[in-house]
């Protein structure tokens, strides 16, 4: 699995992919 971690709007948010 790889985890992706992206900032959106100074929200951080975590997606698994």
Known sequence: K???K???QG???T???
Do not use: D, L
């Open 2 to 4: 790889a985890y992706f």
């Open 11 to 13: 929200t951080m948010v």
């Open 6 to 8: 992206h900032w959106n």
């Open 15 to 17: 997606t698994s992919s």
